[in-house]
């Protein structure tokens, strides 16, 4: 971060300062070059161990602060802000609600992940791990019932990314547009076209209704990872 950066750059302006002293006056200022030098140390190791920590955006629904996801009181108040905002390889931390809000920029009305990005659901919010999530007592549903405006479902309520991961949400509300031909009489819940490296866990499809694989569609060689006895479709 900044203010990570800048420690730094403080604690070398003193350490070279006390070292410049001590070689001027041996003795006098050995023990603050020394003292200096370890905060560098500490300092140091603290940023590279946060540099190489993923970046995390948040969602919450209830959330009430600036809603930049920058933080579980400053988090996004829908999924697909959350999903935009992050870049390949960054986390998305998703609080316990029912997630039914239009979206309008996709034209089936579907919940678009990124490639490389992670969803995990099943937060209470204020967590500061992954293992401290709980998805059986933080539901967290993405809902496709409005997906396309109100009382309109979305085609597919999650439409899935090459290395992504989806882990602790229960998908609903998925429907086709009856006579619809493919790809869009299948995969009302989640649909994945010519989709590999992703990841499904935790999860369950349920309440989504379409002509063939209402719950998950994989298609154009698709190979998503279903984690055995997480994944309920």
Known sequence: SRDTDRSVSISLVWARCFMMASRTRPGLYEKE????????????????????APATVYVDISATGAHDGSSWNDAFTTLQEGVDAAAPGE????????????????????????????????????????????????????????????????????VGANNATLDGFTVTGGHWDVGASLPLDRGAGMFNPSVNGLTVAHCTFSGNVSSWGAGMCNFGGSSPKLQIGRAHV
């Open 33 to 52: 070059a020394m003292m200096s030098a370890r905060i560098l140390l500490i300092t140091s190791s603290v940023a590279w161990i946060s540099a190489l």
């Open 91 to 158: 986390r998305i931390w998703v609080a316990g609600g029912i997630y039914n809000e239009l979206r309008s920029a996709s034209a089936t009305g579907s919940l678009e992940m990124k490639e490389g990005v992670r969803l995990y659901g099943g937060f209470a919010g204020g967590e500061n791990s992954l293992g401290e999530r709980d998805w059986g007592a933080n539901l967290t549903v993405i809902d496709g019932a409005n997906g396309r405006g109100v009382g309109v479902a979305a085609v597919h309520v999650v």
